[in-house]
Nanobody, 126 residues
Framework: QVRLVESGGGLVQAGDSLRLSCAASGLTFSQITMAWIRQPPGKEREFVAGITWSGGNSDYANSVKGRFTISRDNAKNTVYLQMNSLKPDDTAVYYC???????????????????WGQGTQVTVSS
């Protein structure tokens, strides 16, 4: 059974940085594509960043490109999201997710992702 557990959220001020972590279990982590998806208050979920199972390809939403970096440590079964220059618009619940099949490609559609963590709240004050 796939289990994804996010951590690292919190309350910060605009311009600050945070690093989110997502620990995975119940699967062969080195073979799965991972993504970070967020849901701002009162809005739909949106793709933030993703990284392929090999780590060779990543993708970012335009709104975070140049500020956020996704990475993975297969030895720790963990994917990270380093968030710099945070803005109030980055306030959201952040989820990690995986399509759940091995060696899957990377897509931005949130409907592509079948297994999700419980989420971690990030609040950026102005």
């Amino acid at each position: 059974q796939v289990r994804l557990v996010e951590s690292g959220g919190g309350l910060v001020q605009a311009g600050d940085s945070l690093r989110l972590s997502c620990a995975a279990s119940g699967l062969t982590f080195s073979q799965i594509t991972m993504a970070w998806i967020r849901q701002p208050p009162g809005k739909e979920r949106e793709f933030v960043a993703g990284i392929t199972w090999s780590g060779g390809n990543s993708d970012y939403a335009n709104s975070v490109k140049g500020r956020f970096t996704i990475s993975r440590d297969n030895a720790k079964n963990t994917v990270y999201l380093q968030m710099n220059s945070l803005k109030p618009d980055d306030t959201a619940v952040y989820y990690c997710a995986t399509p759940g099949t091995y060696r899957a490609p990377l897509y931005r559609s949130i409907y592509y992702y079948k297994s999700w963590g419980q989420g971690t709240q990030v609040t950026v004050s102005s």
